[in-house]
Nanobody, 124 residues
Framework: QVQLQACGGGWVQAGGSLRLSCAGS????????VGWFRQAPGKEREFVGF?????????DYVGSVKGRFTISRDNAKNTVYLQMNSLKPEDTAVYYC????????????????WGQGTLVTVTS
C-alpha cells in the first residue's frame, strides 16, 4: 500500500524558515516525480514545485516561490524535502506532497499518490 507522510509544518514569523518532509512507503521515490502543492483557505490547490526522478534532481517551481523554496530528495531514505525560506504571510496554507510517473507535473490531476497535508502558518 502506497503512503506519503508529510510533516514539518507549524507556525513561523514572516521572514523565517521551515523544512517540510515527505516520506514515502510502498513505493520507491527514485521511480517517481514528487511534487509539492498548497491550498490556502478558500483557494484552489496550487502547484508549488517538483523534483524529478533523475540523478540530478531537476526541479521546477511556481514563480512566487522561486529563490525562496528548494526541493531536494534523499532516495536512500525515500524522502523528499521542501525547504522554505523568507516565508511570507501569503505562504500560509496546507502543504501536500504527491508522487507521479507522468511526464506532466504541474497539475494536481497529474499525481496518483498524495500525502495528508501539513499546515504552515506564517504570521506578520
Amino acid at each position: 500500500q502506497v503512503q506519503l507522510q508529510a510533516c514539518g509544518g507549524g507556525w513561523v514569523q514572516a521572514g523565517g524558515s521551515l523544512r517540510l518532509s515527505c516520506a514515502g512507503s510502498g513505493l520507491h521515490f527514485s521511480d517517481y516525480r514528487v511534487g509539492w502543492f498548497r491550498q490556502a483557505p478558500g483557494k484552489e490547490r496550487e502547484f508549488v514545485g517538483f523534483i524529478n526522478w533523475d540523478g540530478g534532481g531537476t526541479t521546477d517551481y511556481v514563480g512566487s516561490v522561486k529563490g525562496r523554496f528548494t526541493i531536494s530528495r534523499d532516495n536512500a531514505k525515500n524522502t523528499v524535502y521542501l525547504q522554505m525560506n523568507s516565508l511570507k504571510p501569503e505562504d500560509t496554507a496546507v502543504y501536500y506532497c504527491a508522487a507521479t510517473r507522468s511526464w506532466q507535473y504541474s497539475r494536481a490531476t497529474d499525481y496518483a499518490y498524495w500525502g495528508q497535508g501539513t499546515l504552515v502558518t506564517v504570521t506578520s
